[in-house]
């Protein structure tokens, strides 16, 4: 074809209508342009028809089967005028509920269709299970029994239904001699599909060695390892097992006991500012922040300030807030933020009036815990039930060594503490540890006090012993062979001070130190105080081997996420 440069028109015989047309039998000929437009047309309108038929057809079906569903309005997204019926915690739900009826708001631990008549699902309230049984028998249809059964797994529902005697025990809920025999079921919030790490797999301790890392491992029962990275990118799962309900409350619980005797012995609540204009403690474990055109510091303790509030004449405060420490340690005990529990009292002829004062604290702490928290230590002991119990002194009073006390024991162990006995180191985890063995053979108990450390392993602000200078009036406190407390006498007269900074590397005229020092030089009563790491206490107090399991969202050299 000439290239015209006009679009190509096809001639007649290659439109597909001619060539796609059979040839008419015996010759006869080919039906006309226009017969084979209205055979077109035809068809199209009865497969139009056909389609609307189909559709009537199936709006007619599935309108019968509506009709036919007795359990319309029983089961389905929740209704939103639901009446608001009373809500039962699960956690409450006992035998003498048999034969009532109840409405709990849960998630779906487990969904599982028996049959066409029958599913079961597993609800689980702040880690506690209780199973529910949902039975095609009228009104309930088998369309309620199929959806209930489908529900993803951790959506969140709202049942109601009998509770009733199981026939056997269930052994995979908390709650075993009762189920409810729902009646309703409604769904409050869908849980996606796949999820990135099952709470069930979640609820098994995870491997002690680190030497798992992150991807699915089976354990012993074919079942999936999760490791504490995969934990800890996936918290707010984590959060939902039973351990990690048990461990949070007890957490709750400690800060509660702490306050609960603060506020009791007539000490004062507190909240000193984080962000400082230098580093409160010195050093170099100081998180550095941009504060419009200058810098600021995280404070590292809020040392400097429950003093100044001492000074202040508040005579005993005490203080719970977030601590920062830009330290490079990746242990299983450091954190880079952490809950301080702080607190600081004036004192009349001696600092052992407030440390008498400090290790009462922790027995009332303790013991209270034990007796408040019994449930919640006895689920943490299924999952991590190698440190047993936690020992408290006998007679509800604190075991008090000396330093120096601690360190002969450990020589007596054949421990090499010869760098120790020259003040030259603190013990080291190591050592700290094995005297907390050996502490617990020697007098059953998992929680002590060692008072007067060396002043050369103190910090600036710690009173010398008056009678030993090479000593401090200072203590450390010790649950299962680890640090949790930090304490001491601070120097209340200002020249002291400014000596001990000066014996210590730092210079007292500097900007740095102005407000702090004043407070010195305008008078300040004799005081002394401490500071605990409220994580470390959940973490030994229940024994948990890495203190990111005894913190909500953990933050370390490597995390900064969730
Ligand atoms: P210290 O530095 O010893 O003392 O801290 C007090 C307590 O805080 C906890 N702790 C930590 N917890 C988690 N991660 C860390 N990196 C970390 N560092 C410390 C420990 C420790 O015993 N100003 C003094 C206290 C005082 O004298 O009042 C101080 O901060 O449980």
């Known amino acids: 074809m000439a290239d015209s440069g006009l679009p190509h028109r096809p001639k007649p015989e290659e439109t597909p209508e001619a060539s796609a047309a059979p040839a008419a039998e015996g010759g006869a000929a080919a039906p006309s342009k226009n017969a084979l437009k209205k055979a077109a047309k035809e068809k199209a309108k009865a497969e139009k028809a056909a389609q609307r038929a189909a559709q009537e057809k199936a709006q007619q079906q599935a309108a019968a089967a509506n009709a036919e569903d007795t359990a319309k309005g029983l089961y389905g997204p929740i209704p939103e005028s639901e009446d608001l019926q009373p809500v039962t915690n699960i956690q409450q739900l006992s035998e003498e509920h048999y034969e009532k009826e109840v409405t709990v708001i849960a998630r779906v631990d487990n969904a599982r269709v028996q049959?066409?008549?029958?599913?079961?699902?597993?609800?689980?309230?702040?880690?506690v299970k209780v199973q529910a049984v949902v039975a095609a028998k009228e009104p309930i249809s088998r369309q309620m029994v199929k959806w209930t059964g489908g529900i993803n797994v951790n959506s969140i529902v709202q049942?109601?239904?009998?509770?009733?005697?199981?026939?056997?025990?269930?052994?995979?809920?908390?709650?075993?001699?009762?189920?409810?025999?729902?009646?309703k079921a409604y769904l409050i919030s869908e849980a996606a599909q796949m999820l990135p790490m099952q709470v069930k797999d979640a609820e098994r301790p995870p491997p002690l060695s680190d030497v798992v890392e992150d991807g699915v491992q089976l354990d012993a029962e074919g079942a999936p390892i999760v490791t504490l990275k995969t934990r800890l990118d996936n918290r707010v799962l984590d959060l939902q097992t039973e351990t990690s309900q048990a461990i949070t409350w007890i957490s709750s619980?400690?800060?509660?006991?702490?306050?609960?005797?603060?506020?009791?012995?007539?000490?004062?609540?507190?909240?000193?500012?984080?962000?400082?204009?230098?580093?409160?403690e010195g050093g170099s474990n100081v998180f550095e922040v941009k504060y419009f055109k200058r810098k600021a510091y995280l404070t590292q303790s809020p040392q400097l300030y429950k003093q100044m509030c001492i000074a202040g004449d508040m005579e005993s405060v005490f203080e719970i807030g977030p601590v920062f420490r830009a330290e490079d340690s990746n242990t299983h005990r450091h954190l880079t933020?952490?809950?301080?529990?702080?607190?600081?009292?004036?004192?009349?002829?001696h600092?052992?009036?407030?440390?008498?004062?400090?290790?009462?604290?922790?027995?009332?702490?303790?013991?209270?815990?034990?007796?408040?928290?019994?449930?919640?230590?006895?689920?943490?002991?299924?999952?991590y039930p190698k440190a047993g119990d936690f020992k408290l002194p006998k007679g509800g009073k604190a075991l008090r060594l000396k330093y120096m006390d601690g360190v002969a024991l450990l020589k007596e162990a054949g421990v090499d503490v010869s760098e120790q006995e020259r003040f030259e180191n603190d013990l080291t985890t190591a050592m700290e540890k094995q005297l907390g063995q050996i502490i617990r053979e020697k007098y059953d108990t998992d929680f002590y006090v060692l008072d007067k450390f060396p002043m050369a392993v103190r910090p600036f602000y710690t009173k010398a012993d008056p009678e030993d200078p090479k000593f401090s009036n200072s203590y450390d406190f010790?649950?299962?062979?680890?640090?949790?407390?930090?304490?001491?006498?601070?120097?209340?007269d200002a020249k002291e001070l400014e000596d001990s900074m000066r014996a210590k590397g730092l210079d007292p005229n500097s900007e740095e130190f102005e407000d702090y020092l004043a407070a010195f030089r305008q008078g300040c009563p004799p005081h002394a105080g401490g500071g605990l790491g409220l994580n470390r206490i959940l973490q030994f107090f229940l024994g948990l081997p890495n203190i990111r399991l005894a913190t909500l969202f953990p933050r370390d050299p490597q995390r900064l996420r969730p």
């Open 337 to 349: 933020e952490f809950t301080g529990l702080d607190f600081e009292r004036t004192f009349r002829h």
């Open 115 to 127: 049959s066409a008549k029958l599913a079961f699902l597993m609800l689980r309230q702040q880690g």
């Open 351 to 383: 600092y052992h009036e407030v440390l008498e004062f400090a290790e009462d604290l922790l027995v009332f702490i303790l013991t209270e815990l034990k007796e408040r928290y019994k449930d919640q230590i006895a689920v943490v002991q299924k999952s």
């Open 478 to 492: 010790f649950m299962r062979g680890e640090e949790i407390m930090s304490g001491a006498q601070r120097i209340h």
């Open 159 to 183: 049942v109601t239904g009998t509770v009733k005697k199981p026939g056997v025990p269930i052994a995979s809920a908390t709650l075993s001699n009762l189920e409810i025999h729902i009646s």
């Open 253 to 280: 619980g400690i800060v509660q006991l702490f306050s609960e005797y603060m506020l009791k012995s007539g000490a004062r609540w507190i909240f000193t500012s984080k962000l400082a204009g230098a580093a409160s």
